[in-house]
């Protein structure tokens, strides 16, 4: 088997800081202990890093781009019949399914961040944005940031059941590839095309860092 490399080292980071700041934000939302501020923190900490990995998937490496990996309805549900087989297409990048989970968890999370930043304990911690809406809309955006993360957690779980499913059945080494970056494939006939070099662009990089941290940096300096 050949061994390609398709997440580059942006990927791979932002990918576990994205598990380990929404564990983390899941831990103290629902703990009983006041981690309120830490909640606060972990939220824009979230929020940097989707920024940052939205605009690599524009102006990042071959693999980490939206355009090559979001594909249609239909290929998702060829994929799907693929599987069915026992058969599936081998894909270097996201496959079809992959890829919708991808977007949905990426949407899903930036809807949880975005109305947490209007939201408050009504108390003594106030979202950064919580003045800027009514108080109806206030209220309507903390129902949403308090049910939506059961909804996640769901998204989640099946995700990690796919992971598994490419693990133990296909013998598909998709954590270890998140890792360290590399792919192992049987042959350039896959889907995507083997030879593509995965090269980290340095343009790309600078401005996706620069603009998370500056989004990050304002939300550090609001008062809550």
């Avoid at 390609?4 to 983390?24: A, E, K, M, N």
């Avoid at 059961?150 to 270890?176: D, F, M, P, S």
């Avoid at 083997?194 to 090269?199: D, G, K, L, M």
């Amino acid at each position: 088997m050949k061994s390609t490399l398709v997440w580059d080292w942006p990927v791979r980071i932002s990918h576990w800081l994205i598990v380990l700041l929404f564990t983390g934000l899941i831990v103290t939302g629902k703990s009983d202990n006041d981690y309120i501020q830490y909640h606060f923190y972990m939220g824009y900490g979230l929020s940097a890093v989707i920024v940052a990995r939205v605009l690599y998937g524009f102006y990042g490496s071959y693999y980490a781009r939206f355009t090559q990996f979001i594909r249609g309805p239909k290929a998702a549900l060829r994929f799907a019949k693929s599987l069915w087989s026992g058969k599936p297409k081998q894909y270097l990048g996201h496959n079809p399914i992959g890829a919708a989970m991808v977007v949905v968890l990426l949407l899903a999370l930036s809807v949880q961040w975005g109305t947490g930043l209007f939201s408050s304990d009504e108390v003594f911690w106030f979202g950064p944005f919580y003045g800027l809406v009514s108080e109806d809309v206030a209220s309507q955006l903390a129902s949403i940031h308090h049910l939506l993360p059961n909804i996640l957690l769901g998204l989640v779980a099946l995700h990690v059941l796919a992971v598994l499913y490419h693990e133990l059945c296909l013998k598909e080494r998709l954590v270890a590839a998140m890792i360290h970056g590399h792919k192992k494939h049987h042959s350039v006939s896959s889907a995507d095309v083997a030879s593509i070099e995965v090269r980290t662009p340095r343009w790309g990089v600078i401005f996706s860092l620069l603009m998370g941290l500056s989004w990050l940096a304002v939300l550090w300096m609001a008062p809550i």
